[in-house]
């Protein structure tokens, strides 16, 4: 076989082209490897975020509705004293 200006036999060729696709497959795969690791870095950013806000956001949660709880308590424990004083100063 004649490539360029050089004689090539079918078993050089064929080692040759062996040895091409392997150096396309390495790099392939090096840049599917190096892809990965930064969708694992990305990943592991966001994860790390998104479970500091939630944190924030349950804790905030908790405090709201234990306030909204505790003046509701409140309310409905205080509001016979409270109808009582407002008939002994009224009267």
Known sequence: ML???FLVSNKKLKIFSSIKTTII???FLFRISSL????SSFCSCSRSVSLFVLRHVGLMSVVVG???LGGFVFERLEREHEWAVKDGVAK
């Open 3 to 5: 490539k360029g200006n």
């Open 66 to 68: 234990y306030c909204m």
């Open 25 to 27: 497959i390495f790099r």
């Open 36 to 39: 990965l690791r930064c969708c």
